[in-house]
């Protein structure tokens, strides 16, 4: 065990101990004299792994003392915040930022236009990979934050690999700006590019669509009109796209790379080798992403000079072929830093080619190589520190669409295959496994992980597991398929019935039809009626309220009732009948929904499942009463109250709240059915409470609604005024038709 000295006294102390002077290590490592001298006098930030790594290499470290001293740079190190993937974002400032004057000029006459609302603001910034597309759209929407004080966002629409589908974008905007769940689920997916639409014409927002693949990716996230100022950017112009502005990107001036390398190095050194400087810009292709790496490169080997980089890339440059879809100087930037790496972080590099989508955690990098976060963390900063890993405004890793070819084009030559596929196998396991952990925290019998379960990220709440399974949905989602596509349908099964609670929470996320149809598939593989039963009930569940296929949501729902029969089990048979109810109903065939929650209610009874019995009952007196048999209704609602009530009621907790909640709210419109006014408005102000303090303002808004019209009824306005006016206080969260239909009915009040 190590004693834990700080870092600038430990390597003080190891430079002695070799008998090195600061000059001597400075020549061994490539570390400027100056650097060292401030890092052991303790007047700098502690450096990052690479710059550790040369050190160490100097110094003729033995693998003890040399872990030591990564140990103690690490423990010095600022923790990184890393937040969600796939979210959207407000854009970052650029602080180093150079160049691309005229462009910007032309942005900013744009967001005047939109300002003024005079004409659709359009922009597709397109160019080739490297040159600097997303950090001028970024640039241009920091500078423009007080034109769009409704906000600023950016998507990342993934273009080059896994591009994100456009109706997962189009929820990630909606939800950023402000529209709820509730009236999300009343729209058909078909109308949320119209309301998007609809909001930007609105308001005045900046909206960055990043990375776009194609016009059909990008036209329905686009506005019709109105103040918001859309930038999009693209390898491709995007000329199939109408009424928008385009601005083609090449490589930079020669007089702004030679700024952007100067900005990087500091001025002083820069212009003590002022040529050495333009060299390396020309060498470099003027294009600014080979530009940064070249000066990242610089910045770590310190001690060395400009015209030793021009050397070294010069080399590179005549024996290196080009990239699949980049340019020689650019494979000779990366190649460059490449052969610099210390073989843990070539490997990780190569490795990290592999995980589906453009960003990750620490985590990935440790599934990959099957080491520890920590130690994956220390790997990743120094392919940071090389310029061959970015970090994003969301704190997370990010590799560049070039750097991930460069990337995999190493895995395949320097890889062996088994390792590969081992290594993939590894990433695929870890997300799975993962996700099923997170998804059980919602699944009754299930909640926290045992003991005994060691992940590689904390999973201690249902809080952290949302976050996880929410972050990185793209790349557990890409596992899920890609298991499903290899045959594997036992994990397939597993992993979507531990996500079946989960599922509640992100209902619109856009791609659980598919999960439950790839388990619905997996399950018919392994010829298992009961996991046919179970994973056509899911599919059931998930086809009506996101997509609206009532019809097919009933098909799914009678074959698992087949299956369950065949497989004997009851709770699946009740499920099943459960699942079709909803659907008949909006479908107005009110009678089979009756029959089918009867039936259902009957199964769960005889089987002793009190829970699907209240979720059968329910739906049950619903049905009487849209049948004209209120009275009946009235009867069964009223069970399921007494049942709550009895003192050794089985149901406790959040689930006997909910549940009452909404059988207080069903026997308010039995009795207002029935004209019992005075009835009807003590229940649904009992419902409207209990909703209030569990939190479910959707419900809780449909209930005010019906509770001020029993108090019309009644005479009681003043009362039906404020329940309107909270009402109309909880906004998005209630369903659009129901707001209207609230201050209508405030509007027709009479003044007092």
Same mark, same amino acid.
């Given at each position: 065990?190590?004693?834990? +000295?700080?870092?600038? %006294? =430990?390597?003080? !102390? $190891?430079?002695?101990?070799?008998?090195?002077?600061? /000059?001597? &290590? *400075?020549? #061994?490592?490539?570390?400027?004299?100056?650097?060292?001298?401030?890092?052991?006098?303790?007047?700098?930030?502690?450096?990052?792994? +690479?710059?550790?790594? %040369? =050190?160490?290499? !100097? $110094?003729?470290?033995?693998?003890?003392?040399?872990? /030591?001293? &990564? *140990?103690? #740079?690490?423990?010095?190190?600022?923790?990184?915040?890393?937040?969600?993937?796939?979210?959207?974002?407000?854009?970052?400032?650029?602080?180093?930022?150079?160049?691309?004057?005229?462009? $910007?000029?032309?942005?900013?006459?744009?967001?005047?236009?939109?300002? *003024?609302?005079?004409?659709?603001?359009?922009?597709?910034?397109?160019?080739?990979?490297?040159?600097?597309?997303?950090?001028?759209?970024?640039?241009?929407?920091?500078?423009?934050?007080?034109?769009?004080?409704?906000?600023?966002?950016?998507?990342?629409?993934?273009?080059?690999?896994?591009?994100?589908?456009?109706?997962?974008?189009?929820?990630?905007?909606?939800?950023?700006?402000?529209?709820?769940?509730?009236?999300?689920?009343?729209?058909?997916?078909?109308?949320?590019?119209?309301?998007?639409?609809?909001?930007?014409?609105?308001?005045?927002?900046?909206?960055?669509?990043?990375?776009?693949?194609?016009?059909?990716?990008?036209?329905?996230?686009?506005?019709?009109?109105?103040?918001?100022?859309?930038?999009?950017?693209?390898?491709?112009?995007?000329?199939?796209?109408?009424?928008?502005?385009?601005?083609?990107?090449?490589?930079?001036?020669?007089?702004?790379?030679?700024?952007?390398?100067?900005?990087?190095?500091?001025?002083?050194?820069?212009?003590?080798?002022?040529?050495?400087?333009?060299?390396?810009?020309?060498?470099?292709?003027?294009?600014?992403?080979?530009?940064?790496?070249?000066?990242?490169?610089?910045?770590?080997?310190?001690?060395?000079?400009?015209?030793?980089?021009?050397?070294?890339?010069?080399?590179?440059?005549?024996?290196?072929?080009?990239?699949?879809?980049?340019?020689?100087?650019?494979?000779?930037?990366?190649?460059?830093?490449?052969?610099?790496?210390?073989?843990?972080?070539?490997?990780?590099?190569?490795?990290?080619?592999?995980?589906?989508?453009?960003?990750?955690?620490?985590?990935?990098?440790?599934?990959?190589?099957?080491?520890?976060?920590?130690?994956?963390?220390?790997?990743?900063?120094?392919?940071?520190?090389?310029?061959?890993?970015?970090?994003?405004?969301?704190?997370?890793?990010?590799?560049?669409?070039?750097?991930?070819?460069?990337?995999?084009?190493?895995?395949?030559?320097?890889?062996?295959?088994?390792?590969?596929?081992?290594?993939?196998?590894?990433?695929?396991?870890?997300?799975?496994?993962?996700?099923?952990?997170?998804?059980?925290?919602?699944?009754?019998?299930?909640?926290?992980?045992?003991?005994?379960?060691?992940?590689?990220?904390?999973?201690?709440?249902?809080?952290?597991?949302?976050?996880?399974?929410?972050?990185?949905?793209?790349?557990?989602?890409?596992?899920?398929?890609?298991?499903?596509?290899?045959?594997?349908?036992?994990?397939?099964?597993?992993?979507?019935?531990?996500?079946?609670?989960?599922?509640?929470?992100?209902?619109?996320?856009?791609?659980?039809?598919?999960?439950?149809?790839?388990?619905?598939?997996?399950?018919?593989?392994?010829?298992?009626?009961?996991?046919?039963?179970?994973?056509?009930?899911?599919?059931?569940?998930?086809?009506?309220?996101?997509?609206?296929?009532?019809?097919?949501?009933?098909?799914?729902?009678?074959?698992?009732?087949?299956?369950?029969?065949?497989?004997?089990?009851?709770?699946?048979?009740?499920?099943?009948?459960?699942?079709?109810?909803?659907?008949?109903?909006?479908?107005?065939?009110?009678?089979?929904?009756?029959?089918?929650?009867?039936?259902?209610?009957?199964?769960?009874?005889?089987?002793?499942?009190?829970?699907?019995?209240?979720?059968?009952?329910?739906?049950?007196?619903?049905?009487?009463?849209?049948?004209?048999?209120?009275?009946?209704?009235?009867?069964?609602?009223?069970?399921?109250?007494?049942?709550?009530?009895?003192?050794?009621?089985?149901?406790?907790?959040?689930?006997?709240?909910?549940?009452?909640?909404?059988?207080?709210?069903?026997?308010?419109?039995?009795?207002?059915?029935?004209?019992?006014?005075?009835?009807?408005?003590?229940?649904?102000?009992?419902?409207?409470?209990?909703?209030?303090?569990?939190?479910?303002?959707?419900?809780?808004?449909?209930?005010?609604?019906?509770?001020?019209?029993?108090?019309?009824?009644?005479?009681?306005?003043?009362?039906?005024?404020?329940?309107?006016?909270?009402?109309?206080?909880?906004?998005?969260?209630?369903?659009?038709?129901?707001?209207?239909?609230?201050?209508?009915?405030?509007?027709?009040?009479?003044?007092?």
């Amino acid at each position: 065990m190590f004693e834990e +000295r700080p870092f600038g %006294a =430990l390597l003080r !102390g $190891l430079r002695q101990q070799g008998r090195l002077t600061m /000059e001597e &290590l *400075a020549e #061994a490592s490539g570390v400027s004299v100056r650097a060292i001298g401030d890092m052991e006098r303790g007047r700098s930030r502690v450096p990052q792994r +690479r710059t550790v790594v %040369a =050190l160490a290499e !100097g $110094l003729g470290l033995a693998d003890a003392e040399r872990e /030591e001293l &990564l *140990a103690a #740079a690490r423990t010095a190190r600022p923790t990184r915040a890393v937040a969600a993937a796939g979210t959207v974002v407000p854009p970052r400032s650029v602080g180093d930022f150079t160049g691309r004057e005229t462009e $910007l000029s032309l942005l900013r006459e744009a967001a005047e236009r939109a300002r *003024a609302g005079g004409e659709v603001s359009v922009w597709v910034v397109s160019g080739p990979p490297g040159c600097g597309k997303t950090t001028l759209a970024l640039k241009a929407a920091a500078d423009l934050a007080e034109e769009f004080p409704d906000g600023r966002f950016v998507v990342d629409l993934h273009g080059v690999e896994g591009p994100v589908d456009t109706g997962e974008a189009l929820l990630k905007l909606l939800k950023a700006l402000g529209v709820s769940d509730r009236r999300l689920a009343k729209e058909e997916p078909q109308g949320h590019a119209g309301l998007l639409r609809a909001l930007l014409r609105e308001r005045r927002c900046l909206v960055v669509l990043d990375n776009a693949r194609d016009e059909g990716q990008v036209r329905p996230l686009l506005p019709a009109g109105g103040r918001s100022l859309v930038l999009v950017t693209s390898r491709r112009p995007l000329t199939g796209l109408e009424d928008v502005d385009r601005l083609a990107l090449s490589q930079m001036a020669r007089a702004d790379a030679v700024e952007l390398l100067r900005r990087i190095l500091g001025p002083e050194r820069a212009d003590a080798e002022a040529e050495a400087v333009a060299q390396v810009a020309e060498l470099c292709g003027h294009l600014p992403l080979a530009l940064r790496v070249a000066g990242n490169w610089l910045t770590i080997r310190s001690g060395w000079s400009v015209a030793h980089l021009v050397r070294r890339l010069a080399d590179e440059e005549r024996r290196l072929g080009a990239l699949a879809a980049g340019d020689v100087k650019v494979e000779a930037a990366f190649e460059l830093s490449y052969r610099q790496l210390t073989g843990q972080a070539a490997r990780l590099l190569r490795l990290l080619s592999l995980v589906p989508g453009p960003t990750m955690t620490a985590a990935y990098g440790a599934a990959l190589t099957a080491t520890g976060v920590f130690d994956a963390e220390d790997v990743m900063e120094e392919l940071v520190e090389a310029g061959l890993l970015q970090t994003t405004f969301t704190g997370r890793y990010q590799l560049h669409d070039l750097l991930r070819l460069f990337a995999r084009a190493r895995l395949s030559v320097e890889e062996e295959p088994g390792e590969r596929e081992a290594a993939d196998e590894r990433l695929r396991t870890w997300l799975l496994e993962t996700a099923v952990v997170a998804g059980r925290w919602y699944k009754p019998a299930y909640g926290a992980p045992p003991p005994t379960w060691q992940g590689l990220v904390p999973l201690e709440s249902a809080d952290e597991a949302r976050a996880w399974l929410d972050g990185e949905a793209f790349a557990w989602f890409a596992a899920l398929r890609g298991a499903a596509e290899r045959g594997e349908h036992t994990k397939v099964v597993e992993t979507a019935d531990a996500l079946e609670w989960y599922c509640a929470l992100s209902l619109f996320w856009g791609h659980w039809t598919e999960v439950f149809r790839l388990s619905s598939e997996a399950a018919a593989a392994l010829d298992d009626p009961y996991l046919q039963a179970v994973h056509l009930n899911h599919y059931a569940v998930v086809l009506g309220p996101t997509e609206h296929r009532y019809r097919e949501s009933i098909e799914r729902a009678d074959e698992a009732l087949e299956y369950a029969r065949r497989a004997q089990d009851t709770s699946q048979q009740a499920w099943a009948l459960v699942n079709a109810v909803l659907p008949h109903r909006r479908l107005g065939e009110f009678q089979q929904a009756f029959e089918k929650a009867r039936a259902a209610a009957d199964l769960f009874e005889a089987a002793g499942e009190h829970e699907g019995w209240i979720e059968a009952m329910g739906p049950h007196g619903v049905t009487l009463r849209e049948l004209g048999r209120a009275e009946e209704a009235l009867t069964q609602h009223h069970r399921i109250i007494a049942f709550l009530d009895e003192a050794d009621c089985p149901v406790s907790g959040h689930a006997a709240d909910t549940y009452r909640a909404y059988a207080y709210g069903a026997l308010g419109d039995d009795y207002a059915a029935l004209g019992r006014w005075r009835e009807a408005a003590d229940h649904l102000r009992k419902g409207q409470q209990q909703l209030h303090s569990i939190g479910i303002p959707h419900v809780e808004g449909m209930t005010l609604l019906r509770l001020a019209e029993a108090l019309v009824e009644l005479g009681e306005t003043e009362e039906a005024r404020s329940r309107l006016r909270q009402a109309l206080a909880l906004g998005d969260a209630v369903d659009s038709k129901e707001l209207e239909a609230a201050r209508k009915l405030l509007d027709s009040l009479p003044v007092d």
